[in-house]
């Protein structure tokens, strides 16, 4: 392969590209395996990682940071309900909003299911890496977030 002090050609780099995506997607695969399974739908682990990583919210708020309509959140909201995943209080600001938290046991069900990825992933890194390629996927991981953040 290239050099890392020399530019990729474009064939190189859509070879990159596809690589990158599928080593992503398997690395993604071996980490759901770690976890427990469950039968969530994308958007409802979405709100549950939005609430998770910003806080209570209501429903408009989730209804627009994950871009859909209040009706279709007010779904999602029920079935996580359902499931006791998250709760409803009254805004102590806005009597007429309800606030949506995550209930503590899914709070400490979602650490634990994190932990499980965490430790496999750590016990991968240090079986399967030596210290200089541990350094070398250091820097890798922030390239890896500046792509995600694009």
């Given at each position: 392969?290239?050099?890392?002090?020399?530019?990729?050609d474009?064939?190189?780099?859509v070879a990159?590209a596809?690589?990158?995506?599928?080593?992503?997607?398997?690395?993604?695969?071996?980490l759901r395996?770690?976890?427990?399974?469950?039968?969530?739908?994308?958007?409802?682990?979405?709100?549950?990682?939005r609430?998770?990583?910003?806080g209570?919210a209501?429903?408009?708020?989730?209804a627009?940071?994950?871009?859909?309509?209040?009706?279709?959140m007010?779904?999602?909201?029920?079935?996580?309900?359902?499931?006791?995943?998250i709760?409803?209080?009254?805004?102590?600001?806005?009597?007429?909003?309800t606030?949506?938290?995550?209930?503590?046991?899914?709070?400490?069900?979602?650490?634990?299911?994190?932990?499980?990825?965490d430790?496999?992933?750590?016990?991968?890194?240090?079986?399967?890496?030596?210290?200089?390629?541990?350094?070398?996927?250091a820097?890798a991981v922030n390239?890896?977030?500046?792509?995600?953040?694009?």
């Amino acid at each position: 392969m290239t050099p890392p002090s020399s530019p990729l050609d474009t064939a190189q780099l859509v070879a990159l590209a596809g690589e990158l995506r599928i080593s992503l997607s398997k690395l993604m695969r071996r980490l759901r395996e770690q976890a427990r399974p469950n039968d969530l739908t994308s958007s409802q682990k979405s709100v549950l990682l939005r609430l998770d990583r910003d806080g209570p919210a209501t429903v408009s708020s989730l209804a627009r940071a994950e871009s859909v309509r209040p009706q279709s959140m007010r779904v999602t909201v029920a079935a996580l309900e359902a499931l006791g995943a998250i709760s409803g209080k009254p805004d102590p600001t806005d009597g007429r909003q309800t606030l949506i938290a995550l209930t503590p046991g899914f709070r400490k069900a979602l650490q634990a299911n994190r932990a499980a990825k965490d430790d496999w992933l750590f016990r991968a890194l240090q079986v399967q890496l030596s210290s200089r390629e541990q350094a070398e996927l250091a820097s890798a991981v922030n390239l890896l977030q500046r792509l995600a953040d694009f």
